[in-house]
């Protein structure tokens, strides 16, 4: 019996020197990416280009990043249409210029629809949380490996709404929280 703890005491002592120098690291991080945009019926359209490779905890650990644990997002959108619109969002890998990205059909073919069916009625103003983002959010396992690389586009596409009356998504995050061991 008295083997077994001194091997136990051998291997924690030498689990805490790997981390004391450096060796092994693991946590869990929370990426936080703000957006906002305006666009309107007559376009139909939005984009924006994320980039989580400049926040500090992802910048740290990049190398050493395991897995997307969870993915949600929070934004407030509001409808000043006089026709309901529903709304889709998607994320691609980084390929569009910005110049290019003015129409849907700008939309990358290898886009992942991150959450569609989306209504908002006729001068109606709704907030998605996060929680209820999670239960709105699409293929996970293909997600991850658009946001993995760090540096993803955001589209969205709307149908309905009426003239050029603006649709404003505001407060809006992206909150991607990723684990990470390294050695």
Not at 11 to 36: A, D, K
Not at 51 to 64: F, G, L
Request: glycine fraction near 10%; hydrophobic fraction near 45%.
């Amino acid at each position: 019996m008295k083997a077994i703890y001194k091997e136990l005491g051998i291997v924690g002592l030498i689990l805490t020197g790997m981390v004391i120098t450096g060796c092994l690291v693991s946590g869990t991080f929370v990426i936080v990416e703000n957006f906002e945009v305006e666009f309107t019926a007559d376009g139909g359209f939005y984009w924006c280009a994320i980039d989580m490779t400049a926040d500090p905890d992802w910048a740290e650990h990049q190398q050493d990043i395991d897995d997307l644990d969870a993915l949600g997002l929070v934004f407030t959108i509001e409808n000043t249409s006089d026709v309901a619109a529903t709304f889709t969002i998607s994320f691609a890998t980084s390929d569009v210029p910005a110049a290019t990205a003015t129409a849907p059909d700008a939309i990358p073919a290898g886009a992942v629809t991150v959450l569609s069916g989306l209504t908002v009625a006729a001068h109606d103003t709704i907030d998605v949380t996060y929680s209820e983002s999670l239960g709105m959010i699409g293929d996970i396992a293909a997600i991850k490996a658009v946001v993995l690389t760090g540096r993803f586009d955001y589209f969205g596409t709307s149908t309905g709404g009426s003239g050029d009356n603006p649709f404003n998504i505001t407060d809006g995050k992206i909150i991607v929280t990723v684990s990470a061991s390294g050695s």
